[in-house]
């Protein structure tokens, strides 16, 4: 059937299969503000759209009298960008998918854009296709693409005139915004459009539902794209494709919707930090913490780095990913492609999550039990019931618990004066 302009028609597309089975992607967040590396990402908006203090400050500080944020863009250089690396990096990182920002609020954009002139990618700064160079080595990979796009632009003068006529006139849309969202997709046929910046306008001043039809009726990636729910005011958390909701979004409860959580490694910004310290750092546990929550409520999860201004992934994020990446080469089985289960977590002061795939059920702990013997109230066993771990030999020992559920023994761990630190999947067959 083709789509209709409207919400009740694009909402009733099914999402592609591809990406629920994903479950494990990384956000990539790069562009001019990665040259002042300071504050985060929306520095130009706090510099000068609000005038902040400690923003002019750190300018004054540390750039000519008179710098404008222009003058950062040369200074993107991106000299030790490569993709290939990149993209093995994520790989090894247990992602199947990656999105990266192709134009942030500051309407710089990492293609380029042929109606942004002399503000993306090709024309200044790195005098490279950015978008394009990873999109292909992400592909050599086998990943998945993503697209971040940014509706709005701060700064913009058809933007800003727009905003000043209520949004009743849409210049900017018409000349900029829309024409930017069809050429990233002709040109590189991504599997995602993460939309952003839409807060300010409705969706019918962004033409959000007609670009949407289009995408799903006569695009080239019309069977394949995915799209989050970010396309004008209200439209988050009820419309589009899989839900983001917020940034950092964690429900208490299973929603009912396709949904995805995005998180960054450095706990306070997107975009990187030159003075960011380690204790700004997500450590290994928060990590996987946040990954187990997400899957077993049925959710995606995004992890973001922010690159420097010369292309380099510095070594911590590398090393957060890595980890990442070691702990699904073991558990990955009870994460990707799997299904949230009856119960998702235990009413237990263990912090034990729940996955699925068909009979098969997958109790993750986070903690290691003090006795190592694990305590799982929810499951019912048979007597044909088989208990395994992940990443371990053979078959674990259980027994019925009185009253309800099942009593686990976990194998021996070595003794030492810190409980070890990472999660651990049990595999349940033959529970109900």
């Not at 194998?411 to 810190?418: D, F, N, R, V, W």
């Not at 049990?426 to 529970?431: F, I, Q, R, S, Y």
Request: hydrophobic share 40%; proline share 7%; charged share 20%.
């Amino acid at each position: 059937p083709r789509y209709r302009p409207d919400w009740a028609s694009l909402d009733a597309r099914p999402l592609p299969a591809w990406f629920d089975r994903a479950k494990v992607g990384v956000f990539v967040h790069w562009g001019v503000f990665s040259v002042p590396a300071w504050g985060s990402e929306w520095f130009w908006w706090h510099w000068q759209g609000q005038h902040d203090a400690a923003y002019e400050r750190f300018v004054r500080r540390r750039f000519p009298p008179g710098t404008t944020y222009a003058e950062f863009a040369p200074l993107f250089t991106a000299h030790d960008f490569q993709p290939r690396e990149w993209a093995q990096l994520f790989q090894r990182a247990g992602a199947r998918y990656v999105v990266l920002t192709t134009k942030h609020h500051e309407g710089f954009t990492n293609w380029g854009s042929p109606v942004s002139w002399n503000w993306n990618s090709v024309d200044t700064g790195p005098h490279r296709d950015l978008v394009g160079e990873l999109g292909e080595a992400l592909r050599e990979s086998n990943l998945r693409y993503g697209l971040y796009h940014s509706l709005m632009e701060w700064f913009n003068p058809l933007y800003l005139a727009d905003k000043q006529n209520d949004f009743k006139t849409q210049s900017f849309v018409l000349k900029k915004t829309m024409p930017e969202l069809y050429d990233l997709v002709l040109k590189y046929k991504p599997d995602l459009i993460w939309s952003d910046g839409d807060w300010e306008a409705p969706d019918s001043y962004w033409n959000s539902t007609s670009f949407l039809a289009w995408l799903y009726n006569d695009s080239p990636v019309k069977d394949t794209v995915v799209v989050n729910d970010r396309w004008g005011q209200g439209c988050s958390c009820n419309h589009g494709g899989f839900y983001n909701c917020a940034d950092k979004y964690r429900p208490g409860t299973l929603p009912g919707h396709k949904w995805e959580m995005c998180s960054s490694l450095d706990r306070l910004s997107w975009g990187y930090r030159s003075n960011m310290s380690l204790a700004e750092v997500m450590d290994e546990m928060s990590m996987i913490e946040e990954l187990v929550h997400t899957v077993s409520l049925g959710g995606n999860y995004l992890l973001n780095v922010g690159p420097t201004k010369e292309g380099v992934i510095v070594p911590i994020f590398q090393e957060r990913l890595l980890a990442l990446g070691r702990w699904l080469d073991t558990n990955g089985e009870a994460i990707y492609e799997s299904q949230p289960w009856r119960v998702q977590m235990e009413n237990t002061t263990d912090t034990v999550w729940y996955t699925s795939k068909g009979p098969v059920v997958f109790a993750i702990f986070l903690l290691w039990p003090r006795d190592s013997v694990l305590h799982l109230s929810s499951p019912i066993p048979s007597p044909g019931t088989r208990v395994t771990l992940l990443g371990f030999c053979g078959t674990l020992e259980w027994q019925e618990q009185p009253g309800k559920g099942m009593l686990i023994t976990l194998p021996y761990m070595l003794p030492s004066p810190l409980p070890p630190q990472s999660g651990w999947a049990v595999k349940l067959e033959g529970v109900k």
